[in-house]
């Protein structure tokens, strides 16, 4: 039968390969997961008490779109001691994770047909949310023989007149990049000069193990005496505090986007429930030793995972932070450099045939087509075990792990 066309930027984007495997090894217990970037760490007591007093003591009613006003105080606080800027609670918005934040904040800065400069590779969750904004992706290249950081020549070529959003990602997934302080510097020069949003996904700026973090906004806050400007700063519970299925997160902006942000989230969910709210106000105000010690864990698991590909010989640099590690498996497999490679039907014959499950490289962009993706979020046992069967399957079954068609 017939139907009515359907908003064409939903209804012709593609499924992104992550959403494939995950159907593949949906509920197997048998499978080594390698895949996801989700703590493997249960949400610390205390946060979780103070949702249940919530829901206990509190009538869990409609609320300001903005957040309640002592959790915008707590975050301004946490920014304020992470990212080096003092926005004032009335820049903050409070969203449905990270996630809700950049979705947010796309439908803010962009109209349909804009394009907005995404790195290659990128966390895979942009697509969506550029599609639903009706946005293009225009990526701009990360160097893997120089840890992943921006090509900042080929920038300058990508750049037109419908150029509205420059996307940045440090600590970044997939790459654990850290940008440090000249790089942002340079992208915040970048942004001023073609005159661009600078849109800062900073998730997993607690996820550090080298270096420091450095956030934009506070270069641009340094520089200009203030937090106004060009950039907004997105923030989340979500990794820091093994929050990940709770949903909440935040985006700081200059005062004059904070009435459009707002309408924006009440649009979609009118206001997070209180409950949440409360539990991560608890978190950012509460004890923080935990963030240290899971911090240590996750560092201790990428010293593991690059001892191990290392000792193969295949390690191209150490991830500075968030969680992830990239290991380049055309390479592992003997693949020549001509060659073609999926690394879809890699990652699914891995699952058919030595039941890992990671992530495929060609899901984050074209650059890390011939990669696979090892999520250091898993606990130390099943990171050494895949990682050595990953490694064990590209290079002692290369004909079986390079056939390009698909697992059955
Ligand atoms: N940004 C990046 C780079 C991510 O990797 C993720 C989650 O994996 C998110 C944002 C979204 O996080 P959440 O919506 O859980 O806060």
């Known amino acids: 039968m017939a139907m009515p066309p359907l908003n ?31 703590p493997d760490f249960p949400t610390p007591a205390h946060i979780v008490a103070a949702a249940e007093a919530s829901l206990r003591d509190e009538r869990q009613g409609y609320g300001p ?59 895979a969750g942009y697509d969506a949310m550029l599609a639903v904004a009706g946005a293009r992706k225009v990526y701009y290249p990360l160097l893997p023989d120089q840890d992943w950081q921006p090509d900042f020549a080929a920038m300058e070529r990508l750049v037109t007149p419908r150029t ?50 450095v956030s934009p906004a506070a270069l641009e806050a340094e520089e200009r005496g203030d937090a106004g400007g060009r950039v907004l700063t997105i923030g989340t519970c979500s990794k820091t505090y093994a929050m990940t299925g709770w949903r909440v ?24 429930p209180l409950f949440i709210q409360r539990a991560a106000e608890a978190a950012l105000t509460g004890p923080q030793d935990g963030v240290g010690a899971m911090r240590a864990s996750y560092q201790a698991r990428r010293d593991l995972a690059v001892e191990v590909v290392r000792a193969r010989g295949l390690l191209e640099y150490v991830p500075a932070g968030a969680f992830y590690l990239l290991v380049h498996v055309a390479r592992a497999a003997g693949v020549p450099a001509e060659a073609p490679f999926e690394s879809v039907a890699f990652a699914e014959r891995l699952i058919a ?27 130390a046992v099943t990171l050494r075990a895949g990682l050595t069967g990953l490694l064990d399957f590209a290079a002692h079954d290369p004909s079986e792990a390079t056939r390009t068609e698909q697992a059955p």
């Open 353 to 379: 045939t030595r039941r890992i499950a990671v992530a495929p490289g060609a899901a984050f962009g074209p650059r890390t087509a011939r990669y696979v993706r090892v999520s250091l979020a898993s606990d």
């Open 249 to 272: 997160g935040w985006v700081t902006a200059p005062p004059a986007l904070a009435p459009a942000l707002t309408l924006a989230v009440s649009a979609q969910v009118n206001n997070l």
């Open 65 to 123: 779109g903005n957040g309640i006003p002592s959790l915008r105080a707590a975050i301004a606080a946490r920014v304020a001691r992470v990212n080096q800027f003092t926005p004032t609670p009335e820049q903050i918005v409070v969203t449905a994770g990270g996630t809700g934040a950049l979705m947010t904040s796309l439908l803010c800065l962009c109209a349909p047909g804009d394009a907005v400069l995404v790195p290659d590779p990128a966390w």
């Open 164 to 213: 509205r959003v420059l996307l940045v990602n440090s600590p970044s997934n997939p790459g654990g990049a850290v940008f440090g302080r000249a790089v942002v510097a340079h992208l915040l020069a970048f942004a001023r000069r073609h005159d661009l949003w600078l849109l800062s996904d900073e998730c997993y700026d607690e996820m550090l193990f080298a270096g420091e973090h």
């Open 8 to 38: 064409p930027s939903l209804a012709s984007q593609q499924a992104n390969p992550m959403f494939r495997i995950a159907a593949l090894i949906h509920g197997r217990g048998d499978v080594l997961h390698l895949e996801f970037g989700e």
